[in-house]
């Protein structure tokens, strides 16, 4: 896979591409990465990309055209097709869904906002899909485009030494992840549950999925109004109510 990001601070990007599990798989060649800095395709010698809004308003807009021109000499770097992604918060949620979409792709183009944010005709004519990392703003695209790659180049193959680290994380299966305990088997007067060292895989894996189900059900139950819950899992769920005497939830 190959991933080029446009942005003005081609640098924040070592973090990703040096250090980590993404920086020793860059090492592997399991995947490539460039940074284009709209600035060489500035129309003056100073480099300016951004300019006063039409219409007033507080602070600056990047411009079309150098933007557009980094994007496509971006795109020709590679015989396969690109997918170009603006990093937004008015874009659409990255989901666990997208992520697995665009780890699939064989090329993708982050185009990094800063200041009011881009031309509105970067949009119309050179960007594919605008993504949000959250309802919230920072001050450029870099870090949200470095939190998709992470999150994207976990699913690309060898990325991760083992993929089933991937398909289990929370959101994998649409529910949270269960807790995780290791060495030592006391710390500060808590224990491990009893079940995690009994060996009885079957009996472990019903706990596991009744943690999942109870932390999703505590913190994001919109996750289980989406699902077409398994016979086991409504089994599960009853239990959980039944112990909290919490209000039950519709399936």
Not at 25 to 42: D, E, G, V, Y
Not at 64 to 70: G, Q, S
Not at 175 to 204: C, W
Request: charge should be negative.
């Amino acid at each position: 896979m190959l991933i080029q990001a446009v942005t003005l601070f081609p640098e924040m990007f070592r973090s990703i591409v040096e250090y980590g599990v993404t920086g020793r798989a860059h090492k592997q060649n399991l995947w490539q990465f460039s940074a284009i800095n709209p600035r060489q395709f500035a129309d003056n010698k100073l480099g300016y990309i951004d300019d006063r809004p039409f219409g007033g308003g507080a602070g600056m807009v990047m411009m079309a055209e150098p933007l557009c021109k980094a994007v496509e000499f971006a795109k020709q770097s590679s015989l396969q097709p690109a997918r170009v992604i603006y990093l937004s918060p008015q874009g659409a949620p990255l989901t666990h869904k997208k992520v697995v979409e665009l780890s699939q792709l064989s090329h993708l183009v982050l185009l990094c906002g800063r200041y009011e944010g881009v031309d509105e005709r970067v949009l119309q004519s050179c960007v594919d899909e605008e993504i949000s990392i959250g309802d919230f703003v920072v001050s450029g695209g870099e870090l949200p485009a470095m939190m998709l790659m992470d999150a994207v180049l976990r699913f690309v193959p060898d990325v991760l030494g083992d993929m089933a680290s991937a398909e289990q994380d929370s959101f994998a299966d649409g529910l949270l992840d269960y807790p995780h305990y290791t060495r030592p088997a006391e710390f500060q007067g808590m224990g491990v549950p009893e079940v995690l060292t009994s060996g009885n895989h079957a009996l472990i894996a019903e706990w596991r999925l009744e943690q999942s189900l109870r932390r999703t059900l505590m913190r994001r139950p919109d996750l289980l109004e989406k699902r077409d819950l398994l016979p086991q899992e409504i089994r599960l769920l009853d239990k959980i109510r039944q112990e909290s005497n919490g209000e039950s939830i519709s399936y």
